[in-house]
């Protein structure tokens, strides 16, 4: 079946330095999603990738998403305190349901 | 953007008892909602697709008969986590498409059920 990787599983940073996760899929994708989950909290949508080689930003984050749609990053530059949480990313293969990487939980130390 | 409500937030319940879980979309109709499991520090692990006006279709290894699903309505599914067990605490949490409006995937989550199993 379809498999999603993330790494790293954590990441800790000082506060004002990147971040990077990667996901990467076994199978194509259609399109690939990337939620955030704040500590205790339910995961909320940040963006969907859909076209090979498509870069989105939202202010501070990056989301690329190969050119095979396998693979997909998310980028956070000069992250802040509120940049705290887990991101997960989740694939999409054809009409199948979405299935969800590991996650990458951020620690920021101010 | 579209809400998702669930209900309850926490619920602690005694070994055996059956407690159900609900999950809302207020502003939107959904014909297909999403039932995710999630242990601590782990990722989402999908349950079943409850698809309403019919039978759920769960995950290869969810009991059907432990995990009863319904969605009855449009803007309503159910969880019911029969004779609960310690090992069944975790944190449940729905989510939802919405429906008709030119789909793009993208999946609205609930606040999520915390479950603790006595």
């Known amino acids: 079946g379809q498999q999603v990787m993330q790494i790293p599983q954590y990441q800790h940073v000082q506060e004002g330095e990147d971040f990077t996760t990667y996901c990467n899929s076994s199978?194509?994708?259609?399109?690939i999603q990337w939620y955030k989950q704040r500590p205790g909290g339910h995961p909320v949508f940040l963006i969907q990738?859909?076209?090979?080689?498509e870069v989105k930003k939202q202010k501070r984050l990056t989301f690329q998403f190969g050119e095979a749609k396998k693979n997909s990053s998310l980028h956070i530059t000069a992250t802040q305190t509120t940049d705290v949480g887990t991101y997960f990313c989740?694939?999409?293969?054809?009409?199948?349901?979405?299935?969800f990487g590991q996650g990458t939980r951020l620690t920021i130390n101010p | 953007g579209a809400v998702v409500s669930q209900h309850p937030s926490w619920v602690i319940c005694k070994s055996g008892t059956s407690v159900k879980i609900e999950c809302r979309s207020l502003?939107?109709?959904?014909?297909?909602m999403f039932w995710y499991r999630q242990f601590p520090k782990q990722s989402l692990m999908l349950m079943a697709t409850s698809n309403e006006g019919s039978k759920a279709t769960y995950e290869q290894g969810v009991e059907k008969d432990k995990f009863l699903i319904n969605h009855a309505s449009l803007t309503l599914s159910t969880l019911t986590v029969t004779s609960a067990h310690p090992e069944d605490s975790s944190f449940y949490i729905c989510s939802a498409e919405v429906a008709g409006r030119g789909n793009t995937g993208e999946l609205f989550f609930g606040e999520g059920s915390r479950l603790t199993v006595l």
């Open positions: 199978t194509t994708l259609s399109n």
């Open positions: 989740a694939g999409v293969q054809g009409a199948q349901k979405l299935v």
């Open positions: 502003d939107f109709q959904a014909t297909t």
């Open positions: 990738l859909v076209k090979s080689g």
